[in-house]
């Protein structure tokens, strides 16, 4: 049997795992990585928590479990894969399969042929026109290089105040990484919002939870200029005409796909930019196949085309890469459900599936959104709060997606969430669902099936509610409905929303229903801490006669406004 | 209309939960609960956490999450539900539709007359036939009256032994419980394994840890004895012989159901005892519902009846007996994938689905188990261990369930399985799953993926494995394979097994296969730390010639047995 020749081009996540996986399948192939950059297998997901200095060791983001750095000697001595660092792939000539290489130190080219080859050449920022990004003091945090040299200046003591553009996920890890480091952080943000993988909400809870750590915040708000002196930053001008003095600037403003040398060879390139490929990640041409940040792949709910540049589906779809070069087109790649998840300070925050926003945006035809606040686990085992906000198929039940933050336990409630997404579960299925309960790890009906239950009582008309951003709009207007907190005279002591609710505990309800509005008719937006007390109320002033009662979807825990604390 | 009388005998999980279902539902009813003990809404699960000092305020155990206590006066106030505590069912008459109950404080009997009826009575400690269980210093763990009496006894410093029985969920709670105060404790348990919910080599990760905390556990042993002096406890004699001296001993042999006043009227009881309940959680009586430790339910995957007393089952239980008592039936408990978490001090141990040998007893057609160790997330996070082992329908591909042990993240990863073991996923489809990935909170590819990766090698007959327990049984055999460590020299010096393994590091393997048996026939065993590197280890041997080489699953980190440290 003729010796298989197998290329990679990128040796970061989506390249290294697809020669590894290829190796394995087949120890006789031939398998070169042809590497830009001067390092291998980074782990760039860990590029903040280096910066911030949860960890001092730069080679942990290099190296295998047990501390070996993944060099090229590595490659070679433990997979036999020759890894060419510090090279380009500058063109590939499908015709003569062969790709052209340039050494970047020498500056010497050469061809290496293939018969399969694997193009892995991530992403790279994306460029915002604004004058002074070349001046010292500004930088990226997607490269090792970016990384050393945000290291140096965060661990240095020379950088006072740091703004970090973009308020997307690595922007807001950079954020906490630099306050870690005690230095005073702005973010700026274009959008009305951070984290716009979230619905707005959900996201300004995130953004007060980064005000509350030190981070001045500010969205809406453009980055107009880079200003220096002697080629050093020394502060930023903003599109509102606030210049802020600092010595470092981050720049986040997102990643687009690294087609070259795909386009140049003519390779088919998708609408969003990203290179085309099929469910075995193989492009337009059956020889080459594609995977990483420089691909587009398909939300599996709406079945469009995305770009999703995440470290774990770039593993996921190199794996499926190399396996198919090694054995023919044998597994496939079924698509993304964009899920995703960040640590932000003492918060998780994180999505799975569609936002309320992109369901709007995918004219799904009928869905239906809830926000749920509880405690993760029962308070006497030192409870976290979870804010999760689902969105459903109304015309058949299905779970579109859920996005979930708070200071409890983020991460199972996604991986939850994120399994009865893929699954196509519905709110009936989730509702009974059987999960790990224990007091160290949840309350015993867990806090997805509670989302569950509440969206289920919604979609049978029990649940009326009104969201919070649609209370405060009601308050601009001028416009506000009778607002009854159901909370006991010692909790809103400590906090309240302060936007002329009247006090009722729930307790006393029923003796006290002449307090409320004699008109029937009138508007009752019910509430307490999460809205549980609130839907109680709710429900008994129902039985009582008010017609138009209504309860504020996640309580007080879940007003992303301004409150009385 | 007419006023629905709604009478709930048992104010705990179920009871609690089917009433406050019932009153959301139905402001008009006239719900009743008729309780036998003090308390009500008792988080049961949480007694051992109480009794270990995790918290001191027994009140948590009653209240709200705002710390309400939910007694007879929460109940009327806040649920107009009227709750008699101290006050035991004796008779159902099904005729009349009346409860007979009687106030055990006063003796007084008196009759409630219900149109609905719902029983969740729980369960009772499983008795078992030794004398001695009277004496004083002998207790369960599953009243709030045990759990005064334990709290008591631990936080005196009267106790410095402890013998628990029973190597279950409670007991080794229990005994988690016991020693964070100070108390040292024996663990006795007649079957071969604590935790049986788990197969062997999971139940004996976990006892090795307990071990590793000074627990002294005695598997394979049965209580024969409790000795007293003086009408206190002063030792426990065993089946072997062994006596010890203990100021205290916990009963936890399990639970059964409680199904009086049920099997005093006539209602059905199903095989094991339980309540015979239909999806609808109505038993036979269509004007009685059961709910929560008392009923039999369904396995959802061998459609097999289960007695599950789970505090989670019980609340999804209740709320779906509540809501069909209020409503009609309307929906329904599909049944329960048995999964099950616990807190083995700095462990999480647990399991959704059917272990491998309820999968043999279930008689599985075709099943395939297989063990993965690895990190929760990137060692610069500082992540725990994960131990997975799955078992698969290897007809169909499908998920049938998975266990979990470690000092990782078990919680997310059970979650992650219990949900694909109820959708009904594959093998495949968790194979390219989109779940959370950031480095706080998993690896690139999360430990579950990883697993199925391996189990859809094992399935496509590339990865040819042995289990740690055939390899220990071979080696007693006396005709061990030839073992090969492909670990490091600094990483062997720290830990080796010591079965006579021959250490040849993976990046040296391909210029010593001179080391290797001449024999190519020769069975070789492979692995490593995790047996990852033992996998590309076995790949290279195949590919020069051998032609019996197997992996060991799970390498060092899943090896039950004594290794030299």
Redesign the interface.
């Known amino acids: 049997m003729k010796t298989m020749k197998i290329v990679v081009v990128g040796g970061s ?1 989506a390249g290294a795992k697809a020669a590894a996986k290829a190796r ?2 087949d ?2 192939a031939q398998i070169t990585i042809i590497q830009k950059d001067p390092d291998l297998s980074m ?1 760039s ?2 590029y903040p ?2 910066v911030g200095g ?2 001092d ?1 730069r080679n ?2 290099l ?1 295998t ?4 750095v993944r060099d090229p000697g ?1 490659f070679q ?4 894969i020759k890894a060419l660092v510090q090279t380009e792939c500058v063109a590939v000539n499908r015709e003569a399969r062969q790709v052209e290489c340039r050494d970047l130190q020498s500056g010497e080219k050469f061809f290496v042929e293939y018969d399969k080859l694997i193009l892995c050449m991530g992403g790279k920022p994306k460029r915002i026109p604004v004058p002074g990004t070349e001046l010292e003091g500004v930088t990226h945090l997607l490269s090792m290089a970016d990384t050393d040299y945000l290291h140096r200046a965060a661990s240095s003591k020379e950088v006072q105040h740091a703004v970090v553009i973009g308020g997307g ?1 690595i922007g807001v890890e950079a954020c906490e990484a630099l306050v870690s480091r005690g230095i005073k952080v702005t973010l700026v943000e274009m959008e009305s919002q951070i984290l716009t993988m979230l619905d707005w909400q959900m996201a300004k809870l995130v953004e007060n939870h980064m005000k509350s750590k030190g981070v001045d915040v500010r969205v809406g708000t453009r980055l107009e200029t880079l200003t220096g002196e002697g080629g050093r930053l020394s502060s930023v001008t903003l599109g509102d005409g606030t210049v802020i003095p600092c010595e470092l600037a981050v720049l986040a403003t997102g990643v687009e796909p690294i087609t070259e040398p795909a386009a140049g060879a003519g390779l088919a390139i998708g609408e969003l930019g990203g290179i085309a490929v099929n469910e075995y990640m193989q492009t337009s041409d059956e020889h080459i196949y594609a995977a990483g940040d420089c691909v587009e792949c398909v939300n ?1 709910i709406t079945g469009n085309k995305v770009l999703a540049p ?7 779809q190199g ?2 890469a190399g396996e198919n070069v090694a054995m023919g087109n044998s ?13 932000v300070f003492d918060f ?1 925050a ?1 999505v ?1 599936g569609l936002t309320e926003k992109q369901a709007k945006k995918a004219s799904v035809a009928a869905y239906e959104t809830v926000v749920n606040a509880s ?1 993760d686990k ?4 030192g ?1 976290g709060l979870l804010i999760s906000k689902m969105v459903v198929n109304s015309d058949n039940d299905k779970i579109l997606g859920c996005q979930c933050v708070g200071s409890g ?4 409630q ?3 969430m ?3 997404v ?4 519905t709110v ?2 989730l ?12 309350l ?3 806090h997805s ?1 509670a989302t569950a ?1 509440i969206m289920g009582n919604k979609l049978k008309g ?1 649940f009326k509610s009104i969201s919070a951003e649609e209370v405060w709009q009601r308050i601009q207007d001028g416009n506000p409905p009778f607002f009854l907190d159901g ?2 005279p010692d ?1 809103y002591e400590v906090l309240r929303l302060g936007i002329g609710e009247k006090y009722i505990p ?3 309800l ?1 003796n006290k229903l002449d307090e409320l509005p004699r008109d029937k008719g009138a508007e009752i937006v019910c509430f307490c ?2 809205s549980l ?1 609130g ?2 109320t709710a ?2 002033l ?2 009582n006669g008010w017609t138009n009662v209504k309860v504020m979807e996640g309580g007080i825990m879940a007003w992303p406004f301004a409150r009385e604390a």
């Open positions: 996540a394995r399948l120890q006789s782990a997901c860990g928590y280096y949860t960890f060791n942990a983001l190296a479990p047990t501390g070996v590595f001595k433990t997979k036999d996920l599996m995440m470290g774990d589906l770039a593993n996921l794996r499926v597994v496939t790649f079924s698509g993304t459900t964009q899920t995703a998840i960040c640590k998780g994180g799975t405690p029962p308070g006497f085992m409870a336990d983020v991460s199972r996604l991986a939850t994120a399994m009865a893929r699954a196509g579960m009936t299925d509702a009974t669902a059987d999960l790990p309960y224990a007091p160290p790890y949840s015993a009906i867990d099936i239950h029990r909370r006991g909790e729930l307790g006393m029923r801490k999460i007390r839907y109680e429900l008994i129902e039985a």
